[in-house]
């Protein structure tokens, strides 16, 4: 599960600052792989891996980002 949150801060009509917090997979719950399929194996039906398919994303721990942008 991500989620993320900002808030932007008015100082006049024309500049602003915004600040944006993002967390990816914010639980901390493993990705397990699909089980083994193959019927004659001694691992048949045993999960050997978990899922990691890239720096950010649901296979990898608990990640957190912070942005601030100032727009004028």
């Known amino acids: 599960m991500d989620a993320g949150v900002s808030k932007r801060i008015l100082f006049t ?3 602003q600052l915004q600040f944006r917090a993002d967390v990816f997979n914010i ?9 083994n ?4 194996s001694k691992g ?6 978990t899922i990691n398919i890239g720096p ?7 990640q ?9």
Do not use: K
């Open 13 to 15: 009509e024309r500049i």
């Open 27 to 35: 639980f901390n719950h493993p990705q397990y792989g699909l089980p």
């Open 37 to 40: 399929a193959e019927v004659s």
């Open 44 to 49: 048949f039906g045993q999960i050997a891996s």
């Open 56 to 62: 950010v994303g649901t296979g990898t721990a608990r």
């Open 64 to 72: 957190m980002q912070f942005a601030v942008r100032l727009a004028f």
